[in-house]
């Protein structure tokens, strides 16, 4: 089974700080970029951040200053450090991971995305 797995995600008062994980299946053998992603009740899923395998970053006008998304390319994982954080981060979660390429039984797979299940993440007094 190829899966994603996030963590760190929680409740937290305004201003106050998250790191999220998220890492792949130990079948998982390269990705290329990887992500967050978000989503409100009510509103469509977002990007949050995501890093190219080379370390390139981008983020969301609205979480600029604020996150800051690292990855270690050796266990294909990735992380989400919050700072600053709003009310209206609220949301769920979601990693992201693109092109993967994976094994099952020694034979190779590669599907072009692959997301987590989700973390909620709560910011609230």
């Known amino acids: 089974q190829v899966q994603l797995v996030e963590s760190g995600g929680g409740l937290v008062q305004p201003g106050g700080s998250l790191r999220l994980s998220c890492a792949a299946s130990e079948n998982i053998v390269s990705i290329n970029a990887m992500g967050w992603y978000r989503q409100a009740p009510g509103r469509q899923r977002e990007l949050v951040a995501d890093?190219?395998?080379?370390?390139?970053?981008n983020y969301a006008d609205s979480v600029k200053g604020r996150f800051t998304i690292s990855r270690d390319n050796t266990k294909n994982t990735v992380f989400l450090q919050m700072d600053s954080l709003k009310p209206e981060d609220t949301a769920v979660y979601y990693c992201?991971?693109?092109?993967?390429?994976?094994?099952?039984?020694?034979?190779?797979?590669?599907?072009?995305?692959?997301w987590g299940q989700g973390t909620q993440v709560t910011v609230s007094s």
């Open positions: 890093i190219t395998r080379g370390g390139s970053t």
């Open positions: 992201k991971a693109d092109n993967v390429v994976y094994t099952m039984r020694t034979i190779q797979f590669w599907r072009s995305d692959l």
